[in-house]
């Protein structure tokens, strides 16, 4: 927005310095009207353009009605385009790397998640696009220790030395990956916005008083979730699966035999967990001395009662100290904005919209959820829903502040009015471009429409402020209108054209990270190409229904009744021009054009 809007105020000063001075100097040669082939070529194209659309307008201006009715179906049409483009946060790019995650079955061992971690590398070192693969096992995306976690770091050669894209690799790879047994491994293609690697496009949090009340609505949530048939990877973090062994120890029992309840849980922690109990030197090097029994004699909860502490009067064994009970237990306590919540998460495959998803789940919500139990968004789904409230805000907001420059500048709350009538010709224009070349509303789309904004009003503002100095010299507004549009036709395509084909190389997608910035330029150049030829039509026609009630006519009818008021404008007016003296949209109109609005 800063680049852009300083970009304007610099154009702005060159145009009306630096423009003018090489105007004096280069175009001297063509004072006498330019006797070249392509300057008679292209000045016979215009006229021939002239002359239809002349006589295009002249009929349009006879149908005004229709032309209304037209208009308010091109409306009707945006909303419904609108409603069903996809929406999304930002589009994936091919950055060239994909991650991906394993999760293992709670109480897994790290040998039983590194088994599976190797089938995984087994699948990805064959792709022929593959660059370098790295893996990790027990320091998956939860955190170091998590023996039941992997992650997979897939990197791509470059874009221009591989057919496929990315995604498409990523999409090839997801039934090999899904179809592991024992364990649930994916590969992600990474988010551009709102989240790490390891986010999921989909993050939707329930909350409740009790975890044993999200427990009992997470699960016909998600049952009623999988039957949308394209959530991929749907999981939850809320586990109450998680094998744990609650030991209860006999206090009294232990006291009798002079055994304390510190020295049974210390014997636990070394024997079981392990314990750094002293460290050696060999060379230069220092290494800890850790007690722990073999894994082949701690693999069941019986061996617990087969250990022996000291007491007084000599060891003990636990079975007499202590009584084991196997039972399951929350992997993890989560909380979100400190309530207790389970966050479901889940990927979605190339070309399903994100913001189609969330629709989905909120009508689950309602279907299916409790009374106690609320719902959030996290991650990149919040992201989106926040990033789109907040640009629908500044759209009106640019609406709001040309409304009111307009204003002042033409002393008239109706001519900016008709003015902006051109906003809603572009968004029609740029809702049907993205529909047409499968493009999503996002960020990147979003922003395109709002530059839109500012982009198209010059087309009206010219005509406009062109018809009303004609109706100054007493033209009626048709031929104010209608003049003023011909006149105008030249400047108005030149400034269009040149707008559409300077971003033209955006929409086309060209280069790195195109996915992003192809939405914008397609936005801008539909709007811009649609909005340049129906503000050519419609603005005249919307001009000729508001100016009656602007204050140049009631000054131009005081006028030739005689009033005292006399018409705005400079002490020495122009004198009036008749229509053949009229120019051409080629050469310079007698009449002082007035400011021209960059």
């Known amino acids: 927005g800063i680049s852009v809007a300083v970009a304007v105020i610099i154009s702005t000063f060159v145009a009306l310095t630096l423009t003018p001075m090489l105007c004096s100097q280069i175009l001297r040669p063509l004072r006498d009207g330019g006797s070249g082939f392509a300057s008679r070529s292209f000045e016979a194209f215009f006229r021939a353009l002239d002359r239809v659309y002349g006589a295009t307008l002249a009929q349009v201006l006879k149908r005004r009605v229709l032309m209304v009715f037209v208009t308010l179906l091109l409306f009707v049409v945006s909303g419904f385009v609108f409603t069903r483009l996809p929406r999304e946060l930002v589009p994936v790019e091919d950055r060239g790397i994909a991650f991906g995650i394993v999760i293992a079955p709670e109480g897994a061992t790290l040998e039983y998640t590194d088994s599976y971690m190797r089938q995984l590398e087994a699948i990805l070192l064959p792709v022929e696009e593959r660059a370098a693969l790295f893996t990790a096992t ?18 791509l050669v470059p874009a221009e030395e591989r057919e496929r894209s990315a995604q498409e690799i990523v999409g090839a790879l997801f039934p090999q990956t899904f179809s592991i047994p024992g364990v649930l491994a994916f590969l992600v293609n990474p988010p551009s916005l709102g989240g790490g690697f390891s986010s999921s496009p989909v993050e939707y949090v329930l909350q409740a008083g009790t975890y044993e009340e999200l427990g009992a609505a997470s699960g016909p949530f998600m049952a009623k979730a999988s039957e949308l048939g394209y959530l991929i990877n749907l999981d939850t973090d809320l586990r109450l699966n998680k094998p744990e062994l609650d030991i209860t120890i006999d206090r009294e029992r232990a006291a009798q035999l002079g055994v304390s309840v510190a020295e049974i849980g210390s014997a636990l922690e070394s024997l079981l967990g392990g314990r750094v109990v002293s460290d050696f030197k060999r060379s230069s090097k220092q290494y800890d001395v850790i007690v722990q029994m073999r894994p082949s004699d701690r693999a069941t909860p019986e061996v617990i009662k087969e250990l022996y502490v000291r007491g007084s009067g000599g060891l003990v064994r636990m079975a007499n100290l202590v009584e084991v009970k196997e039972s399951v237990a929350p992997k993890e306590l989560n909380h979100y904005n400190r309530i207790r919540s389970a966050t479901i998460t889940a990927n979605l495959p190339p070309g399903m919209a994100l913001g189609t998803a969330l629709d989905d789940l909120d009508r689950i919500a309602e279907e299916t959820l409790p009374a106690g139990v609320r719902t959030e968004l996290s991650g990149q789904s919040r992201e989106f829903r926040e990033s789109s409230s907040t640009l629908v805000f500044m759209f009106i907001l640019a609406i709001i502040f040309i409304f009111l420059v307009l204003a002042a500048q033409f002393e008239s709350f109706i001519h900016p009015m008709t003015i902006l009538f051109s906003v809603p010709l572009a968004i029609f224009g740029a809702l049907v471009s993205l529909a047409l070349f499968g493009q999503s509303i996002n960020i990147y789309s979003q922003i395109g429409l709002i530059m839109l904004v500012g982009l198209v009003t010059k087309n009206a503002i010219l005509i406009v402020e062109y018809a009303n100095q004609r109706r100054l010299q007493g033209e009626s507004i048709l031929e104010a209108v209608a003049n003023a549009s011909k006149i105008r036709l030249r400047p108005i395509l030149m400034t269009s054209f040149a707008t559409i084909f300077g971003v033209l190389p955006i929409a086309l997608g060209l280069g790195a990270g195109a996915e992003s910035r192809q939405p914008l330029g397609i936005a801008v150049v539909g709007g811009m190409l649609f909005s340049t030829f129906l503000t050519l039509i419609i603005v005249p026609v919307v001009y000729t229904l508001f100016a009656p009630l602007t204050r140049v006519d009631r000054r131009n009818r005081l006028a030739a009744e005689g009033g005292d008021e006399d018409p705005p404008g400079p002490s ?21 054009p007035g400011p021209v609005t960059s």
């Open 138 to 155: 027990g320091l998956g995306f939860g955190g170091p220790g998590l023996v039941t976690n992997g992650f997979v770091f897939f990197n």
């Open 572 to 592: 020495s007016s122009p004198a009036p021009v008749s229509a053949d003296d009229a120019p051409t949209s080629g050469g310079l109109s007698p009449v002082s």
